[in-house]
Structures are given as structure tokens and as C-alpha cells.
């Protein structure tokens, strides 16, 4: 994948939009990168502000699930690991919304919309997480759907967002792998961890499915974020492709996937699958999940709470300003 000659690129800037639609045009043929200097159609610019602040929301209210166990983690090494992991989700917040910022929408902007409740953020951090085996779940499950629908939009043609994606699928992999382990560790313990092990899998394997969006024929953004080469494989193709994944790593793990018509179909290349309770995730998406209400709750909180880092910050900022100012 290539990056615009600098001259080319300039060229959109310089002579309007037609030139500029050409450019953009060409490199999106050329599945090449478009950078924020570039020109870009204002739907481009928009869908990507909607997904990358979405995204970035999801890594930050995300946090809220797992941060429920820090302090219950089974043990010093368990604990640790989840710390780190939270705070992965943490940095990968702040890279998008960095991503964001450089399409013209401010942090201020983004937080506003999300503390306010105008901002979705992903359907699966609105669940409760009443056990240690659903650090498990999340990891195994959650993480795991995350890289599914995340490493292609490492060749997202946006190219803060592309980028930004490359360190964040690498961070998912260990997570994704640290919750196979707890829940490996779960599945060789008594019966009474089996059983908490499988019950985690089994509230979390729907809500996972959900996280890749609405079937193919009710997704209203895929089509022109394909033809932007924002998104490269359908919500349904990536679907397929996690629960793909899955069912040879629930065998080693010992779980069921809690779906009885799940298999293989030699016809179609894929696998049979029971009808997803979409009216479950239109209401998650409409506020009204287990946990809507105390995430947000939660996140205004801190906002509020952080205030005075805030205030601090920017204090600092401007004295060190004015002493720049004064030595030149
Ligand atoms: N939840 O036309 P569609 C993580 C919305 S973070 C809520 O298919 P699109 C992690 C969609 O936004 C995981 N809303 O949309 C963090 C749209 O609404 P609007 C987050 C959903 O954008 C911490 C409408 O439904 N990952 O991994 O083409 C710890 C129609 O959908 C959902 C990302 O954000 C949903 N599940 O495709 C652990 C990845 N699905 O805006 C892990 C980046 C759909 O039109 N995002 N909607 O009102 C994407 O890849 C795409 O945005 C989606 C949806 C596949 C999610």
C-alpha cells in the first residue's frame, strides 16, 4: 500500500473540489492512504468521525466491565494482568480519538456527545459481569470479536485510523489470549469453576456475535464504507469468520457454544447458525441493556471527577507558554 505523492495531494487542496473529488478518487482506486491534508468528501469525513469516536467511546466505556474486578482479581498476578489490560483500553481510547481530532471534531466535542448519551459506543459494555469467569469471556470472546472486525481496518484508507489500528490489534492478541487462559485455567478446576466458566460463555457468545453489527441486509453504512474502503469485509462475512474461529478453540477449552443448530455446512462453506436476537440488540443500542444507564452514569462521573486534572493541565500549559513567550 502506497501513500499520495506530496504533489498530487496538494493538487486537491489547490484547485477545489472537483480536483480534489479526482484525487480522491484515484487513490481510493489505488488503495492507497488518504491523509488529513488531503482532500475528502465531507460523507467520507463524517462516517469516519461517526465510527473512529464510536470506536474510541467503546475502548473507554469498556474499561468499566473489566476495572468491576481489579480489585476481586483472584490473585497478585491476575490482578496485574487486568490492570494492564484496562489501561491498554485506555490508550487505545486516546489514539482514536487522536485519529478523530485530525478530521476536524474536537475531544471536547467527542466527550460532550458521549456524557450526554448522543454517542453510541459498542452494544457488548452494556452487560454486567457478575463473576471472575467473565474476565474470561470478555477476553476470550469480547477480544477476540474485537481483532476479528480490527485487523482489517489496519488497511483502513484513512490513514490515522489504519495506523492507529496496527498497535491496537497488537495489544487485542494478548488480551484475547489472556482470557482463553483464565478460562483454560477455569475449565481444569473443580466442577464448580467448569460451571462458571461455561455459564460466562454462555451469556457472552450472543452479545459477542452482536458487537460485528446488524446483518448484511439491514446495515445501512456497509455499502459506501466498502466503496470507501473504510470496511473490507461485511458485518455478516466477519461474523462468520469469528465463529469460524471459535469452535476449534472451545473444543481446547473444553466449553459449548451455546448455539445447538452451530455446525459445519459442506454446501455453503459455512457454518448453519440460529437467528441472532436482533430485538435484544435494538434495545442495547436504544439505552435499554443491563448496563446503559450505569455506564454512562459511571463515565460522567469521572469526567466530573477529572475536572481539575483538566483545569491543572491547562494551567501548566499556558504558564509554560508564557515563559516560551518571554525568552523569544
Ligand atoms: N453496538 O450500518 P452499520 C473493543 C450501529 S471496542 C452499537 O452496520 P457500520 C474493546 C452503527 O454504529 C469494540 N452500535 O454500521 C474495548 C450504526 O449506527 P449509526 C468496538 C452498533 O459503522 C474494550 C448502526 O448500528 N469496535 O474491542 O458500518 C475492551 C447501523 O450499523 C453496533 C469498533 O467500534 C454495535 N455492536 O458498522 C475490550 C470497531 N453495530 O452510527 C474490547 C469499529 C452497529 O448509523 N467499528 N451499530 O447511528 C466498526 O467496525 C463498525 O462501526 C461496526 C458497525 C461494524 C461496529
Redesign the pocket.
Known amino acids: 500500500m502506497t501513500t499520495a505523492p506530496a504533489d498530487l495531494s496538494v493538487a486537491g487542496d489547490q484547485h477545489g473540489d472537483e480536483a480534489g473529488q479526482a484525487l480522491f478518487d484515484e487513490l481510493i482506486a489505488r488503495d492507497s492512504r488518504i491523509e488529513p491534508r488531503d482532500w475528502m468528501p465531507e460523507g467520507y469525513r463524517k ?1 469516519l468521525i ?3 469516536s ?3 467511546h ?6 468499566q ?2 476495572s468491576n474486578w481489579i480489585t476481586r482479581a483472584p490473585s497478585l498476578k491476575r490482578k496485574a494482568i487486568l490492570m494492564a ?2 489501561q491498554d ?1 485506555a490508550g ?2 486516546l489514539y482514536l480519538y487522536s485519529a478523530a481530532q485530525t478530521l476536524g471534531i474536537t475531544r471536547e466535542e467527542m466527550m460532550d456527545q458521549l456524557i450526554t448519551g448522543r454517542a ?6 452494556n452487560y454486567l459481569t457478575p463473576t471472575w469467569a467473565d474476565m474470561g469471556a ?2 476470550w470472546l ?2 477476540g ?3 476479528c ?2 485487523v482489517p ?1 489496519c488497511r483502513c484508507s484513512y490513514g490515522p485510523y489504519g495506523r492507529a489500528m496496527v498497535r ?1 490489534c497488537k495489544e ?1 492478541s494478548f ?1 484475547q489470549r489472556q482470557g482463553f487462559e483464565i478460562l483454560l485455567e477455569l475449565m481444569q478446576g473443580t466442577e464448580e469453576q467448569r460451571e462458571m466458566a461455561q455459564d460466562a460463555v454462555n451469556r457472552w457468545y450472543w452479545p459477542s456475535l ?5 446483518p ?1 441486509d ?5 455499502a459506501q ?1 466498502m466503496a470507501w474502503n ?2 473490507r469485509f461485511s ?1 455478516d462475512e ?1 461474523r462468520q469468520r469469528f465463529v469460524g474461529m471459535l469452535v476449534p478453540q472451545s473444543e481446547v477449552l473444553g466449553v459449548t457454544l451455546p448455539d445447538p443448530a452451530l455446525r459445519w455446512n459442506e454446501e455453503t462453506g459455512q457454518y448453519d447458525m440460529s437467528e441472532i436476537d436482533w430485538d435484544e ?1 435494538n434495545e ?2 436504544a439505552g435499554r441493556g443491563p448496563a446503559n444507564a450505569e455506564r454512562i452514569r459511571r463515565r460522567r462521573e469521572a469526567h466530573d471527577d477529572g475536572a481539575w486534572v483538566r483545569e491543572a493541565a491547562a494551567a501548566y500549559a499556558a504558564k509554560q507558554a508564557a515563559r516560551q513567550a518571554e525568552v523569544a
Open positions: 462516517t461517526r465510527q473512529i464510536q470506536h474510541a467503546s475502548e473507554i466505556i469498556g474499561m466491565p473489566e489490560k484496562v483500553e487505545h481510547g453510541r459506543y459498542s452494544s457488548i459494555f470478555i477476553g469480547v477480544d470479536a474485537a481483532i472486525n480490527q481496518l491496537i487485542e488480551h452482536m458487537m460485528f453489527g446488524p448484511d439491514e446495515s445501512p453504512n456497509s464504507s473504510i470496511k458485518n466477519l440488540f442495547v443500542l
